[in-house]
C-alpha cells in the first residue's frame, strides 16, 4: 500500500525588507548638509573602482583584437583557426589562422560619458557641478567628473545623492591639479573633452580608454598621437544598463563623520 501524507499547508512568510528611516519634520536632514566638508561613500569608491577595472580590460581586449595577426595556413596553425576569415575566403579554398601581437602599453586613463550635457538654448546645464577628487589611498584612482548638484537631493542627516554626466579616473592617485581650473585644457569646447584631455594628459600608459555614445573628437586624437599615446573607444551600450545605473548614482557626504551611519540610508 501507499503511505499518504498529510499535504503541507501553503503560509506566507515574511520577508524582512529594510526600510530607510524618515524625516521627523520636512527639511529635517537638510540642515545638517554641509558642502564645505564633504567627502564619498566607501562601498561605492570599490564599486567604481572594480567597474574601472573591467572596462580597462575591456579596452584591452579591443586593442588585442585590433592587433591580430591573420593569414592563409601554411605549416603551423599560430595560435589556432580563424574562422571568420576562413568563411570570408572560403572562395580561395584555403584555411586561416590567426597569431596575436604583444600588447605594447597598458591602459591607464578611463573616461565615462553618460550625457554629454550640451547647454539648451537657454543655457542651462543638467550637471552643473563640476569637480576634482584626489584618491585617499594609494588603492583609490584620482577622480574628476560633472554631475547634478549636490544637495539637491539629500536622503539622510548629510546624505546628498547625486548622478554623474561623466567622470575621468587615472591612477596613482594624489597627481590631478583641478582640471576645471586649469587653463591647459581651456581648448575643450565641452566636458566630454575636457575631461578626456585631461586623461591624456595625466595618463602615464600609453591607452586611454573611452566609453561614451559617441566616439572622441578628432581633437582629442591628434593630441593624443602627438604624445604617443592612443585613445581606444567602447561604446557604451556594450555594458548593461544596470550594471551603469549603479555607477552613475553616487552620494556625498557632509564630512567622515556621517559614514558611520551612512549604511541606514543608502541601499
Same mark, same amino acid.
Given at each position: 500500500?501507499?503511505?499518504?501524507?498529510?499535504?503541507?499547508?501553503?503560509?506566507?512568510?515574511?520577508?524582512?525588507?529594510?526600510?530607510?528611516?524618515?524625516?521627523?519634520?520636512?527639511?529635517?536632514?537638510?540642515?545638517?548638509?554641509?558642502?564645505?566638508?564633504?567627502?564619498?561613500?566607501?562601498?561605492?569608491?570599490?564599486?567604481?573602482?572594480?567597474?574601472?577595472?573591467?572596462?580597462?580590460?575591456?579596452?584591452?581586449?579591443?586593442?588585442?583584437?585590433?592587433?591580430?595577426?591573420?593569414?592563409?595556413?601554411?605549416?603551423?596553425?599560430?595560435?589556432?583557426?580563424?574562422?571568420?576569415?576562413?568563411?570570408? +575566403?572560403?572562395?580561395?579554398?584555403?584555411?586561416?589562422?590567426?597569431?596575436?601581437?604583444?600588447?605594447?602599453?597598458?591602459?591607464?586613463?578611463?573616461?565615462?560619458?553618460?550625457?554629454?550635457?550640451?547647454?539648451?538654448?537657454?543655457?542651462?546645464?543638467?550637471?552643473?557641478?563640476?569637480?576634482?577628487?584626489?584618491?585617499?589611498?594609494?588603492?583609490?584612482?584620482?577622480?574628476?567628473?560633472?554631475?547634478? +548638484?549636490?544637495?539637491?537631493?539629500?536622503?539622510?542627516?548629510?546624505?546628498?545623492?547625486?548622478?554623474?554626466?561623466?567622470?575621468?579616473?587615472?591612477?596613482?592617485?594624489?597627481?590631478?591639479?583641478?582640471?576645471?581650473?586649469?587653463?591647459?585644457?581651456?581648448?575643450?569646447? +565641452?566636458?566630454?573633452?575636457?575631461?578626456?584631455?585631461?586623461?591624456?594628459?595625466?595618463?602615464?600608459?600609453?591607452?586611454?580608454?573611452?566609453?561614451?555614445?559617441?566616439?572622441?573628437?578628432?581633437?582629442?586624437?591628434?593630441?593624443?598621437?602627438?604624445?604617443?599615446?592612443?585613445?581606444?573607444?567602447?561604446?557604451?551600450?556594450?555594458?548593461?544598463?544596470?550594471?551603469?545605473?549603479?555607477?552613475?548614482?553616487?552620494?556625498?557626504?557632509?564630512?567622515?563623520?556621517?559614514?558611520?551611519?551612512?549604511?541606514?540610508?543608502?541601499?
Amino acid at each position: 500500500f501507499h503511505r499518504r501524507f498529510k499535504s503541507l499547508r501553503k503560509r506566507l512568510k515574511l520577508i524582512p525588507v529594510k526600510q530607510r528611516p524618515k524625516e521627523r519634520y520636512p527639511g529635517e536632514w537638510k540642515k545638517y548638509w554641509d558642502i564645505t566638508q564633504i567627502c564619498s561613500y566607501p562601498p561605492e569608491d570599490l564599486v567604481i573602482e572594480a567597474t574601472s577595472d573591467y572596462m580597462r580590460k575591456k579596452a584591452a581586449l579591443v586593442i588585442s583584437e585590433e592587433m591580430r595577426h591573420f593569414e592563409p595556413f601554411t605549416t603551423s596553425f599560430l595560435d589556432g583557426l580563424d574562422i571568420r576569415e576562413t568563411v570570408r +575566403n572560403w572562395h580561395e579554398k584555403r584555411i586561416y589562422v590567426y597569431e596575436n601581437q604583444p600588447l605594447r602599453g597598458k591602459v591607464g586613463s578611463l573616461v565615462v560619458i553618460f550625457d554629454e550635457d550640451i547647454h539648451d538654448k537657454e543655457g542651462e546645464e543638467r550637471f552643473p557641478w563640476k569637480l576634482t577628487w584626489l584618491g585617499e589611498h594609494k588603492d583609490e584612482s584620482d577622480m574628476a567628473f560633472y554631475a547634478t +548638484n549636490p544637495g539637491d537631493d539629500i536622503v539622510g542627516p548629510g546624505i546628498s545623492r547625486s548622478l554623474y554626466g561623466g567622470f575621468m579616473m587615472t591612477y596613482p592617485p594624489m597627481r590631478v591639479y583641478d582640471i576645471w581650473q586649469d587653463s591647459f585644457f581651456d581648448i575643450a569646447r +565641452n566636458k566630454p573633452e575636457r575631461l578626456l584631455l585631461a586623461a591624456i594628459d595625466y595618463c602615464e600608459e600609453k591607452h586611454i580608454a573611452y566609453v561614451a555614445k559617441k566616439p572622441p573628437s578628432d581633437l582629442c586624437i591628434r593630441l593624443a598621437a602627438k604624445v604617443s599615446k592612443k585613445v581606444i573607444y567602447i561604446p557604451i551600450g556594450t555594458f548593461s544598463s544596470k550594471a551603469l545605473k549603479k555607477i552613475q548614482t553616487f552620494h556625498v557626504l557632509s564630512g567622515k563623520h556621517v559614514r558611520k551611519y551612512a549604511k541606514d540610508y543608502i541601499f
